[in-house]
């Protein structure tokens, strides 16, 4: 039994880094037997997500740097493909019908017991290490120092598509009327920059299933659900090593 | 006066220019073939030119093949393929006028000449690809972003190709020293940059077919593969171009020049080898990459053209002819060509057939990507292939062959 493995003591000490990796693997075995979800191998903690998602754990969740360290908490399970965030994000955004800053995935799987089909929407991830900004050679993408939001600077842009080759999120598309990459900026110069306080996407999903806040912010649902233990929290594709700023809950 | 001599100076330069183009046109006999070779290269050129134009007016989303989940294609392939033959070529050459191997000597000023030319090929088809041209001019230079190997790259390549022109520039004016130290400064700048395009693929950490050292150590390599071919196969077409009988000297720089292929295929062979075995270790995502290769839609690409065209009956060929047989020699080093063109491809390509979502197994990417070339992309790819062509054939005939003396 998994269960039985699993040291209660060692438990309570929450630093990730205190625990050691056999029993910390084994809080993961039980995270995902209680939850039972287990999500194609995307999970990536079944403990706060802070710790992983960042590149140093003190330096990030002592002090994010970022203020407003904006993020979306996607909430996996609610999202029931109405594409209403979709539509009102190309209409916001002026996003050409070739296009789309954000959209939805469909996942199926037939064994499952009960619904078997689930919804995935996905933006880009704001990342902390972003391989487009890395790669531009002009610096037409960079990282605010403010927001942490990835932004274009659409004149700068050569259109060498090294960005869209780097993106781990596939968030990127080559706009034709501005002759330079297009990608979510989390309605920055359409909303956030005119007193909004919301991204398009979020304010019109009926179903809450995007929240988005101030994960620099202890008081936010984004900072709340993160940082809950109780939570299974995780980021998609870790693997790629970008630190993404959007994260996926369910339940 | 100051009226005469600036009369005087005119009509000098004009005498000059006049006595120029009339050797030029001089020099420029030669059999029917050679003409219609021109005119076949010279009509790929103005097809490409056309071709690019157009797809830059009709959107190159529409005029591409190349998409928002591929969006690098046959045209950063082709580019890849002038620029790393470009860099073999400085560096095979490299070997004698930098380094002193007396034999390899009387390919260097050729092989230089052709490093200019194939590094602008692709110069010349990656300006298609590149949407805005004027941009980059202008903010690569006052907005550099230091972190980015494709920065780097292109601007080590603009001093690359700096450094090959003056080399080249002072072997024909016979000034060998310089022209020596200038040559180094162009390997080092060659070495610099091809390394540099490895790592724009070896950087992308989100891409496990690319991710990882591996890219820019294979590059150089595989540039040295690419030089040793093509400076064996147009030596021999140079002989042909102008009528000539290849002394004992050349013949031996050729025989030398085998060597290196032997070598560098053989290693090659051994990095191919190794990428798959460790690949079929990574994730999911790499190894369905591989899979394509080996047994998928890319397996006669990667099987017929890259492995066997590219590599193993060069290789056999190559050793068979005992760097004596100039037929088995010339017949390896074309087949090398063609095979590495569609190594660059598939490299390129298939590094980008696996959808960044594959594994999270959702229904929209449960299958590969694919992208074909369209006409467009075809015919600039020609166009670079046509500049090459047209820059040889005219070269041989203003240098004279490219004759140097052994110092």
Redesign the interface.
Known sequence: MLLKKINIEAMKREDAEIIPPLERRDFLKLGLLITGVFA???ILSATSIVGKAFASTREFTEQYPYKPHYSMLVHQDRCIDCEVCTTVCAKTNNVPT??YRTRI????DRKAVDRSREF?P?LCNQCNTP?CV???????TYKSATTGIVMMES????????C???????A???N?ET??VDKCDFCFNSRLSRGEKLTACAEACPAKARIFGDLSDSGSEVFRTVHNMEKTVWV??P????KPNVFYTKG | MAEDVTKTAEAAVLTGWRAGAAGVLQSLQGTKGYYAALMISGVLLLAAVAAGIHAQYIGTMNAYGASREVPWGILISTYVFFVVTSTGLCLVSSIGHVFGVKEFMPIAKRAIFLSIMTIMAGFFVIAFEIENPLRMALYNVISPNLTSNIWWMGTLYGAYMFFMAVEFTFLVINKPKIATIIGFMGVVAGIAAHSNLGAVFGMLHGREFWYGPYMPIYFIASAMMSGAATIIFFTWLAYKVNGQKMDGLMKKALQVTTKVGILLISVILFFTAWKFITGFVGGEAKTAALEMLLSGSYAFNFWGLEVAAGMVIPLALFIASRGQNLKMIVTASALMIFGIFFMRYDLVVVGQLVPVYYELGVNEYSELLSYTPSAHEILIVLGGMGFVGLTFLLGEKVFGGHKSEIH
């Open positions: 194609g191998g995307s070739y296009g995935l469909e996942r199926e995935i996905v391989p890395i790669g531009c050679p002009t610096k037409a004149k700068k842009c050569i259109g060498c598509k090294t869209m080759a780097a993106c781990p999120y596939n990127r598309y080559f034709e002759r330079a998609l594709r693997e790629a090593g970008a």
